[in-house]
C-alpha cells in the first residue's frame, strides 16, 4: 500500500506533534507492504519578519492544504493519505486518516490566535468525511464525540501513545555530566512544558515558591515558549524572580531522558492533556511522578504516581512535599511508574 503522510511538522517545532511524527515515521519503515511518500510544505527559511511570517503561514493554510496538497497527493498516485493532526486539506483526492491529540481548543479559544481558532470551525467538517480518526486516548474519544455533532465513534481509533526506547535510567556519571552541562543543583524537581496556558505553570510556581524552604529540591523546568508571548513572559518573569527555579527551555532528547533520570521527581501540573506523555517518558526513566488529576492523566497515570487538583496550590504543595519527603514512597512510585510506562511501547 502507497501512503502519503504530510511530515509538515517534522520543521516546525520539537514539541508534540514533531516527536509523535518522528517515531510513527521510524516504526512505519518496518512495516512490510507500506510504502511511505511523505508530502510537505517547502518551508524555504524561518521568517524573522512578522508580516512575512503571517503571510507565510496564511498561505500554507489556505492555498497549499486546499490546493497543492491535494494535487501532490493526486500525482503520487497513492491509495492512503494520513494527516498527523486536523488541520488538514478539506480536499483529499483518497481516503484519508486525520490523526487527533486533543480539543483543547475547544474549551478555550481565547487561549489560540483567531487565526488557530477559526481553522478549527473547520475541523468537524474535515473528521466527518475521514475514513478513519486516530486520537491517543479514552479521554480524547470522548472529548471528539462530545464537540464534532455527527461524527461515526465507531471510526474512531485509540492508540496510546508509545515511549521511545531510548528513555530509560541513566548512569549516575550521566546525571551529573548533564548537570554540569547545564549548571544545575543536585536535587531538583523537573517539569516539562511548553510554556502555555493549559500547562497551569504559575499556579505551579507559586506552589513550589511556599514550599521551597521546606525541601533540598530546587526546580528546573524544561520547554519552548509557546505561542501566548505575553503569557509565556510572564512565567518567565516569575521564574527570574526566583533562584531555585532555573529554566533551560528546550533540550534535546539524549539529555530530557538524563534529567529525568536525575531528578528526585517529575512534577505535571498541567490542567488539561490529550496523553501527557512527558509523565510516562519521567515512568519509564525511573523518575516518580506527581500530576494532576483530571483530562487524560487518570488514565495514563494508572495508579502509578501521586495526583492533585491542578485548581488547589495548597493540594499540589502538600502532594510535592509528601513524595520529597519520603523515600520509601519515591521508592515505591518509581518501580510502579516502571511497570506502568512498560504498557506504552
Not at 511524527?21 to 511518500?37: K, M
Not at 488557530?116 to 475514513?131: G, W
Not at 519521567?282 to 485548581?311: N, R, T, Y
Request: hydrophobic fraction near 40%.
Amino acid at each position: 500500500m502507497n501512503v502519503a503522510i504530510d511530515t509538515t511538522a517534522l520543521m516546525l517545532n520539537k514539541a508534540g506533534v514533531h516527536v509523535y511524527l518522528r517515531e510513527l515515521l521510524e516504526a512505519l519503515r518496518d512495516v512490510e507492504g507500506i510504502n511511505l511518500v511523505p508530502v510537505c510544505y517547502d518551508l524555504k527559511a524561518e521568517r524573522t519578519n512578522r508580516l512575512m511570517s503571517k503571510l507565510d503561514t496564511l498561505y500554507r493554510d489556505v492555498i497549499w492544504q486546499n490546493l497543492v496538497l491535494p494535487r501532490d497527493i493526486g500525482k503520487a498516485g497513492v491509495d492512503l493519505f494520513h494527516a498527523p493532526q486536523p488541520r488538514t486539506t478539506v480536499g483529499a483526492p483518497v481516503p484519508f486518516v486525520v490523526t487527533v491529540y486533543d480539543l483543547y481548543v475547544y474549551h478555550n479559544p481565547q487561549g489560540y490566535s483567531w487565526w488557530t481558532s477559526f481553522l478549527y470551525h473547520l475541523v468537524p467538517m474535515i473528521l466527518r468525511r475521514a475514513s478513519v480518526i486516530i486520537t491517543i486516548s479514552e479521554f480524547s474519544r470522548r472529548e471528539l464525540i462530545r464537540f464534532v455533532p455527527g461524527l461515526d465513534p465507531s471510526k474512531i481509533v485509540v492508540t496510546p501513545l508509545g515511549v521511545s526506547e531510548r528513555f530509560q535510567p541513566a548512569s549516575k556519571d550521566a546525571c551529573g555530566r548533564v548537570r554540569q552541562k547545564y549548571n544545575l543543583p543536585e536535587r531538583f524537581l523537573l517539569a516539562v512544558n511548553t510554556l502555555e496556558p493549559r500547562k497551569n505553570l504559575l499556579p505551579f510556581l507559586e506552589a513550589f515558591s511556599r514550599i521551597q524552604n521546606k525541601i533540598d529540591e530546587h526546580l528546573v523546568l524544561v520547554g519552548s515558549p509557546g505561542w501566548v508571548p505575553k503569557h509565556a513572559a510572564s512565567i518567565l518573569e516569575t521564574m527570574r524572580r526566583n533562584e531555585r527555579i532555573h529554566y533551560v527551555g528546550y533540550v534535546p532528547d539524549e539529555d530530557l531522558e538524563v534529567l529525568y533520570s536525575a531528578a528526585s521527581a517529575y512534577v505535571f501540573p498541567s490542567s488539561y492533556e490529550g496523553f501527557g506523555l512527558p509523565a510516562v517518558e519521567a515512568m519509564a526513566c525511573g523518575c516518580p511522578v506527581i500530576a494532576s488529576k483530571g483530562s487524560s492523566l487518570d488514565e495514563v497515570i494508572g495508579g502509578a504516581g501521586l495526583q492533585f487538583d491542578p485548581a488547589s496550590q495548597d493540594e499540589m504543595a502538600e502532594t510535592i512535599l509528601r513524595m520529597v519527603g519520603s523515600v520509601s514512597l519515591r521508592d515505591t512510585f518509581k518501580a510502579k511508574g516502571f511497570e506502568n510506562a512498560a504498557r506504552y511501547s
